[in-house]
Every structure is written in structure tokens, then in C-alpha cells.
């Protein structure tokens, strides 16, 4: 059961009642009513980019303490603040959000959730969304106290980002270049424009942006992103770009496009690891490449360590198309007479020493 809004059919054997004027949310905008949902508050529009927050205050005005247990906060856009005090004032020692036992409010005492809203990280600007956090409490009659605000990050452009609001790469070849595209197109009232200047640009990255033929009254931009060649692991930055009014022509605030990925081997096997329990005495192991490369081909594969005569492998046939590279189908079976314990490794070679050998550790398990 949620506790009531001071003033509006309070239940008096609540620990935690919310302070009045708390929560301001103008029924008008919001169609919130504010005895059905007391623990709303409604930011309104925000330009995307901005962080907001507001703080929900409770008082307990009972002789009795009430022990926070826990805070969830609904979306990786919510951050919570949770903060405790005692009768005089002096700030209680809470521990995080995430845990449980976080701290005691004692009689008299008053609890403070802040709402710290993140809209580069709300999913879909220009839309209403709304954010949850659920504060479980020891308190019989209260024992879950469910906050909950409304923003809309207002943009003026719209990306068609495949996962994440970032240009991600996913994991690219290391050993070369990797390009990747992303569509950027006017939204909301239509009052900015791209300018088609790259404002900003990691010192190695080669970026382009251009505007697409306009359908409609929507106008759309690409752009593409070239990363070099680097060592494995993961890689990220930054590419600003500069916007306009569309009325005026003047310069508006410039637009930030994150982008990320992970560099790796050009080449790997999956599972990159083969074991060998009990009876099953046959497995199948695909070896790929990251890009697609015409006429890759193995060229032979060698076994090192106990079976180095005994294990035998097999490619079933020549490479195949999957995705965007080459790859193929190796089947390794034991011997009959193979020691309980065997281990080695597959090592592949590639023809002409296009890719580096793969490596397939192997191992037979009691």
C-alpha cells in the first residue's frame, strides 16, 4: 500500500508520510491526479544532453523507526540519491542503493530521494518516458513506497542507432580498417539543421557527413566513421558535429555522436576451447574470420601435445559465406585407445599467411 499525500486522507500510522509541496505536478500537463499517484513529479521537456533531478522528502513523524532496505531505480536513465537524517538535521551513513539494510530513519527523522534523470541515456527522445524507483522499507504499513517522474528529452535530430544511443562498431577486425554508418535525421519541429561540418574528430579517425536526397519535409544526414587498425580491445571517442537554426542560420549547440567498439584477433574458433567428457569422443568446432576475404583458405592443420598422431581433424568443406567474413567446419574425433587425460592443442594455418594461426586448445576429461 502507498502512503498518501499529507493533507489528502494521510493514513496516521504511516512512518513515512510525504512532505507537502514534494512533489509539484500540474494535473493540467501531467493527468496525474495527485491523490491516486502523491509520489509523481513531472520535469516536463529537457533538452537531450541535460541531467535533472528533484527530491522526494518524507518526514517520520512517529515514535517509531522505519529502516530503508532497499532502492531500485527502474532504467539505467535513473540514478537514485538516497540520503537520511535525524531529528536534528545531522546527515545518517547510507550505504548503496543497491544493498540492502541501507539506512534508519528514527522518529522524527526524514528520508530524501533525489531523482538524478540522465537524457542522453533516455531511449527515445521527443517522447514521454517514464522513470520508476521502488523504496522497500520494514514498515508494515508502507512497505513499498513506488516514486515515479515523467520526462520528455526533446532533440532536434533522431539517429537510427542499431542498439545503444552510440555509433557501435561491435567487434572489428584489429588488424585493419572498420567502417560503420549511421543515419542522422531532423525530428521534433524541424528548427535545426546539420551544417555538414565535423566540428571535432579523434586525430586517426577519418570522418565524412553528407545529406541525403530529401523525402518529405524530413531532411537526413549520414555519417561514416573509419577507425584504424589498433591493438585488441576495447576502443571509444567522439565526433561533434555543427548544427544551425534553420531560420536564422545561426549556430545552435553542436551535436555529440559517442561511438565505441572492440578491436580483436581478425580470426578466431568457436568454442576456443575443446573438451572431451566422458564417452563423447567427437567434436565440432567453427573457425571464422572476422571480414570476407576471396579465396581465404586453409592450408593445413597441426596437432601438438599427447595426441599429436592419435587426434584426428577434419575439415568438412571449403570456406563459406556467414555474415561478414569466411568461415569453416572442423570435426575433431579421438582415437579408441586415447589417455584419460589427454591435452594439446589444434593449431589452423591459413593459406599464403593471410591470418595468423588459430589456436584450439584441447583437452580429454575424466
Not at 501531467?30 to 516536463?44: K, L, S, V
Not at 575443446?274 to 597441426?302: H, L, N, Q, W
Request: glycine content about 8%; charged content about 25%.
Amino acid at each position: 500500500m502507498l502512503p498518501a499525500l499529507v493533507g489528502c486522507s494521510s493514513d496516521p500510522s504511516s512512518a513515512l508520510v510525504l512532505r507537502p509541496g514534494s512533489t509539484p505536478a500540474p494535473v493540467a500537463a501531467t493527468q496525474a491526479d495527485p491523490i491516486e499517484r502523491p509520489h509523481y513529479h513531472y520535469f516536463g521537456e529537457v533538452r537531450l544532453g541535460e541531467v535533472v533531478e528533484h527530491t522526494f522528502t518524507f518526514d517520520n513523524p512517529t515514535g517509531r523507526s522505519v529502516a530503508i532496505e532497499r532502492a531500485i531505480p527502474s532504467c539505467g536513465c535513473l540514478a537514485l540519491v538516497v540520503e537520511a537524517f535525524d531529528a536534528a538535521g545531522e546527515a545518517i551513513e547510507v550505504q548503496d542503493w543497491r544493498t540492502t539494510d541501507m539506512a534508519v530513519v528514527p522518529p522524527d527523522g526524514r528520508l530524501e530521494v533525489t531523482f538524478r534523470v540522465d537524457s542522453t541515456r533516455v531511449p527515445v527522445p521527443n517522447q514521454s518516458r517514464l522513470v520508476q524507483a521502488d523504496v522497500k522499507t520494514d514498515d508494515p504499513v508502507q512497505e513499498l513506497i513506488q516514486l515515479e517522474a515523467t520526462v520528455v528529452a526533446v532533440s532536434p535530430f533522431v539517429a537510427a542507432y542499431p542498439v545503444t544511443q552510440r555509433l557501435d562498431f561491435g567487434t572489428v577486425d584489429a588488424t585493419g580498417e572498420s567502417t560503420e554508418r549511421l543515419k542522422i535525421s531532423q525530428a521534433g519541429p524541424r528548427s535545426e539543421e546539420l551544417t555538414g561540418e565535423v566540428l571535432e574528430q579523434p586525430e586517426d579517425w577519418k570522418v565524412l557527413l553528407w545529406e541525403e536526397p530529401v523525402i518529405g519535409e524530413t531532411r537526413t544526414w549520414t555519417l561514416q566513421v573509419t577507425v584504424p587498425p589498433g591493438e585488441s580491445g576495447a576502443f571509444e571517442g567522439r565526433v561533434l558535429l555543427g548544427t544551425a537554426l534553420v531560420e536564422s542560420g545561426a549556430p545552435s549547440e553542436p551535436r555529440v555522436e559517442r561511438v565505441a567498439g572492440i578491436r580483436a584477433d581478425p580470426v578466431f574458433a568457436n568454442p576456443p576451447r575443446v573438451f572431451f567428457r566422458g564417452d563423447d569422443d567427437e567434436k565440432e568446432v567453427r573457425v571464422a574470420s572476422r571480414t570476407r576475404v576471396a579465396g581465404a583458405a586453409i592450408e593445413r592443420v597441426e596437432v601438438t601435445g599427447t595426441l599429436a598422431t592419435g587426434l584426428d581433424v577434419n575439415v568438412l568443406d571449403g570456406a563459406r559465406v556467414s555474415g561478414p567474413g569466411n568461415n569453416w567446419t572442423l570435426t575433431m574425433k579421438l582415437p579408441s585407445e586415447a589417455p584419460a587425460e589427454a591435452s594439446g592443442t589444434v593449431v589452423v594455418h591459413f593459406r599464403s599467411g593471410l591470418w595468423p594461426p588459430v589456436e584450439i586448445p584441447y583437452s580429454k576429461l575424466p
